[in-house]
Structures are given as structure tokens and as C-alpha cells.
């Protein structure tokens, strides 16, 4: 089995920065893409940051030069820098990846980490 536990949620006035972590652990032969999304109340999940093998990145139009990801290879972990933060961030921050196992891909989830931006 493999798990994604996260971690650097909390709150933090509006202009201020957070760092969120997302460790992989478990049987992962390799972890092909790492990605942060998040779900604000009464609103869908949306797509905030992803980091693909070879480097590749993108992000969501509204965190674009303000939010950084980045993956340790030989950690299999990600973070997400998150600087400028708006009120209009907050929610609750979920882990995906990728992830090859024996034989074929996962996809697997993290619990989900708060991130609350006061004004």
C-alpha cells in the first residue's frame, strides 16, 4: 500500500506565506507526478500545482508567481510554496500522485491539510 501524509497547513493573515509537505511512502517503484489541489467550501476540487517527471509544471491561472511546487526525487516528497497568500486561498489542500507500483499506475490521495488566510 502506499500513503500520502501532508503537513504545514494553518492560518496565516492575508500576504503572508506557507509551505506545505507531502510525503510518499509505501511500495512506489516511482512516482510519476506529484500535484497539490484544493477544495474551498462549497466549491469543487480544482487542480492548484503539478509537478510531472522531467521537471514539467503547471499551475492554476489564480496562484501563478505567487505559489511554487517542488518535488524531492529521492524523498518522494513534494511541497508546495505558497507566498502572497489571499483570502480567497483558503481551503482545504489535498495531495495527488501518481504512482508506479509493480506492474501498473495508482493514483492515491492524501487526508487533506487546512489552510486558512485571515484578511
Known amino acids: 500500500q502506499v500513503q500520502l501524509v501532508e503537513s504545514g497547513g494553518g492560518l496565516v493573515q492575508a500576504g503572508g506565506s506557507l509551505r506545505l509537505s507531502c510525503a510518499a511512502s509505501?511500495?512506489?517503484?516511482?512516482?510519476?507526478?506529484m500535484a497539490w489541489y484544493r477544495q474551498a467550501p462549497g466549491k469543487q476540487r480544482e487542480l492548484v500545482a503539478a509537478?510531472?517527471?522531467?521537471?514539467?509544471?503547471n499551475y492554476a491561472d489564480s496562484v501563478k508567481g505567487r505559489f511554487t511546487i517542488s518535488v524531492d526525487n529521492t524523498k518522494n516528497t513534494a511541497y508546495l510554496q505558497m507566498n502572497s497568500l489571499k483570502p480567497e486561498d483558503t481551503a482545504v489542500y489535498y495531495c495527488?500522485?501518481?504512482?508506479?507500483?509493480?506492474?501498473?499506475?495508482?493514483?492515491?490521495w492524501g487526508q487533506g491539510t487546512q489552510v486558512t488566510v485571515s484578511s
Open positions: 509537478a510531472r517527471s522531467g521537471s514539467s509544471t
Open positions: 509505501g511500495s512506489i517503484v516511482s512516482v510519476n507526478t
Open positions: 495527488y500522485a501518481h504512482v508506479l507500483r509493480v506492474g501498473r499506475y495508482y493514483d492515491y
